[in-house]
Every structure is written in C-alpha cells, then in structure tokens.
C-alpha cells in the first residue's frame, strides 16, 4: 500500500499563476479530503469528497480554488490566480467508506510558496 | 460553533519524563475524537481514536482519555523519547445531516523533547 501520494512534494510559483496539485488516494478508500496548513490557523479542511462527489466545499476560501475529483484515483485541487497569502503546505487524505473509526490517512503534502 | 481547543500550545520536557496533553472541544453531536502525530514536514499520522462510550485508549506509551461529559480529551505521553518531539493534533468528527463525517481540527501541541 503506497498510501495517499500527493504531487508535487514543493511548488513555488509566481503571483498570478494558476497552480494545481493532485492527490492520489488510498485504492478502496470513497472519502478525500483537502486541507491547507499555516502556522498562523493550523489545519483548515477546504473540501471533502464522498465517491467523488463533493459534499462540502464551504472551507474553500474563495472562487479561485476549484477542486475536482473525476474519478476514484485521482483528485485536483487548483488555485488560478494564485495570491502570495495562498502559501502554505496543503494536505490529502483519505478514508474509508463509514465510520472514519480507522482514520483519515494523510499524504505527505504540497509546500506552496507563492512570490 | 465546532471548535477544538488545545493546550499548552508549546511543550518542552527532558527526554525520559511524561507530560499531558489537553484538548476541549464543542463540536456537535459528537461522534468520536482522534489524537493525530505529525512530524515535521510530514502529513499527521493517527494515534488513537475514541468513540462516545470509550473513556481510554493506549497505544504503547499514547494514552488518551475522554470525558464526553465535559468535552475534554487528555493524551498522556509516558517515558518520552526523542523521537515524540512533533506537533499533536487533537482531531473531533461530528455526523453531519447528510450522513458524512466532518472532522474539526486543533492548532496543535508543539512538543519538543531534550536529551
């Protein structure tokens, strides 16, 4: 099991840039989720998908990040046009169907850094 | 409002020595509580998860603690190693209307462990 793989491991991009990171997560896991993290607000959840479906999009911050999830193995989320205040390390994770009794299992993150 | 409050924010001990951590939450209606490791640079890691009838749960030398009475959580590290140095997240789902399972995050413990 290669667990939740997110790409890529470091990003950094200039202002105004469009930026997508993807996620791959665990193969019979039906829930994924996004989250960013700032050493100023911790973990926020930004949207969360059940059989990519999405089901709660209100952590989004605002119109210019979009995520997809088109089928079980793979997932988006992107950020057009891309603000320095949008740095930060973002998160994948996945679960199984239920109960989360086992937990989420997160990947290892995308640093964005925005200049 | 769902919320998980942490405490200390930061936590310094000899190497050998125990400590606790404290985690009050609000999130309603509670389904269960998880204590969440991660380490520097890598996505959070799973410790222990507990549901509304469980008071304790150990893994190794992880103790947490549930008091759904008063919404506290305590996770109690024993004979600290070097290797617990790494931020704890205290980590509180509840049920949502549609049936999906929304976690509320802490900011975290920062725990550094001297030799």
Known sequence: DAGVIQSPRHEVTEMGQEVTLRCKPISGH???FWYRQTMMRGLELLIYFNNNVPIDDSGMPEDRFSAKMPNASFS???IQPSEPRDSAVYFCASSRPGPPLHGYTFGSGTRLTVV | KNQVEQSPQSLIILEGKNCTLQCNYTVSPF?????????TGRGPVSLTIM???????????????????TKQSSLHITASQLSDSASYICVVSRLSSGGSYIPTFGRGTSLIVHP
């Not at chain 2, 469980?54 to 603690?65: C, F, L, P, V």
Request: cysteine-free; proline content about 0%.
């Open chain 2, 51 to 69: 549901t509304f009838s469980e008071n304790t749960k150990s893994n190794g030398r992880y103790t947490a603690t549930l008091d759904a009475d």
């Open chain 1, 76 to 78: 988006t989320l992107k």
């Open chain 1, 30 to 32: 039906n829930s994924l």
């Open chain 2, 31 to 39: 389904s269960n509580l998880r204590w969440y490791k991660q380490d």
